[in-house]
């Protein structure tokens, strides 16, 4: 009586894990990002509110370059006075450009973060539209599996075609 109970116990717990095995499906979260992130033209976007700044920098840069190179070129010819000034010109300019260039990075990577961030809420939106219309009970990203079997569901096409 005992084994026959255990088997059947046995029987009921495969059952139940087969059954659950069709409710879970995986996600390849990263493809989606760049396709996502390609679709919608998010770096292109950044790029074109950051280009006036870091045309800036970079003619800053250049001057600051061209001002160095000239004092090492004319350093031992000029007045004492001249080569002074110049470097005192070129130090408060670094100084300048450095926390310019400190401050740009740092909102473009606010940017950045805040874009990033409104595509995973998409497509967060979107794996859980597809997985309630498919009725799965979990989805998983497929980077974080290290096996799974051709029986489990893949709704990364799904998901994509989701995403607007």
Known sequence: ??????????????????????????????????QVAQKTGVSATLENEFKGRAGELQRQ??????????LQRDGSTMKASDR???E???????????????????????RSNEERGKLVSRIQAAVKSVASSQSIDLVVDA????YNSSDVKDITADVLKQVK
Do not use: C, H, P, Y
Not at 61 to 70: A, F, N, P, Y
Not at 88 to 110: T, W
């Open 143 to 146: 980077n974080a599996v290290a």
């Open 61 to 70: 840069e250049t001057d600051l370059q061209g001002k160095m190179q000239r």
């Open 88 to 110: 005192k010109d070129i130090m408060s300019q670094r100084q300048a450009f450095s926390q310019k260039a400190q401050s740009f990075e740092q909102d473009r990577a606010r």
């Open 1 to 34: 009586m005992k084994k026959w109970l255990l088997a059947a116990g046995l029987g009921l717990a495969m059952v139940t894990s087969a059954q659950a095995a069709d409710k879970i499906a995986i996600v390849n979260m990263g493809s989606l990002f760049q």
């Open 84 to 86: 002074s000034k110049l």
